[in-house]
């Protein structure tokens, strides 16, 4: 099921995903311009149409959300992790007098208001609220607003554990619309921040300009460049993406075809234990694959050309040749 196939053959890969946004654009369109000139009426219509919302009020009360003691104990752990490292990389106030008198320097400030797209359409992602709501508060934002298709009791809890009131059910492209443009429910925001689906990413893309955005995710990727390293892991690697989204993608960038059909066989192996096999099957299928490159080097422009969402490197040498990616993992068991 996952393809082996040389890297002279690969190019569909790194085209994949402009192809895919290309397609989505065409069809969120008509769904922005309908928001801008509509509202929350064509909010509202594609929230019942896409979202299975059934209600009237759009706007989520976090008050009743129940959970776990563990559960608000892991948010406990991470909020402090995350918002420790938000705090290292807040910029700084700094002036310099030169010699001949002048005095230069620059000014930060936050913005005044941020929404963060949380998705939950197979899964909730409790975690993508605190990774993208702690950075706006420690930043000093003052308003911020969620928005989720489906907020399970995790992401209403989340929300609540941050101080956040103001939530609401709503997803998708006209999630993102209302957002930008603002309705009579939900506030128009400075910036819209998360991950979602390719329509999600397409709206996003087509709103640069009309609100700030982080950047265009769309459906999850993985790339992993390693050509000695333990089978069982990568295809653990590999799923953990694949698991998300029929549309996600796995890459394994290797110079070594005993590795690669190792780890053919690994993911063969483990997608029989798992419960989001349905999901994976396709994702693994249809958008993945194990590539064989001639040298590590061209392993490393490969990854550069697809500009993964996330990449593992097994040696931590290569990083000084890593260019475009988001996030960067350094060894087997950090990812």
Known sequence: MLRIVNLDQAQSFVKRKAVRLAEAEQTVQPILDAVEERGDEAVLEYARKFDG?????????????????????????????????????????????????????HIVRPLE????????????????????VIPAQVAGVRTICITSPHPSPEILAAARFLGISTVFRVGGAHGVAALAFGTATVPKVD????????????????????????????????VIIADDAYPRY???????????????????LTTSRKLAEQVVLEVERQLKTLVTAPVACEAIRNNSAVILCPSIDAAVEASNRLAPEHLVIYDESLLPKIQHAGSIFGNRLSS
């Open 234 to 252: 990568l295809a653990a690697d590999m799923l953990a993406q694949a698991e998300h989204d029929v549309e996600a993608s796995s890459i394994l």
């Open 191 to 222: 910036r819209i921040v998360g991950p979602g689906n390719i329509y999600v990413a397409a709206a996003k893309k087509l709103l640069a300009g009309e609100v700030g955005i982080d950047f265009i995710a769309g459906p999850t990727e993985i």
């Open 113 to 132: 208001s941020m929404g963060a797209y949380i998705p939950a359409g197979r899964y909730p992602l409790p975690s993508t609220l605190l990774m993208t």
């Open 53 to 105: 919302f059934s209600g009237h009020d759009l706007k989520v009360s976090t008050a009743d959300a129940r959970v776990s003691d563990h559960f608000i104990s892991a948010l406990e752990t991470a909020a402090k992790n995350i918002r420790e490292y938000a705090e290292l990389q807040l910029p700084k106030e700094n002036w310099v007098t030169f010699p001949d008198g002048r005095r230069l320097g």
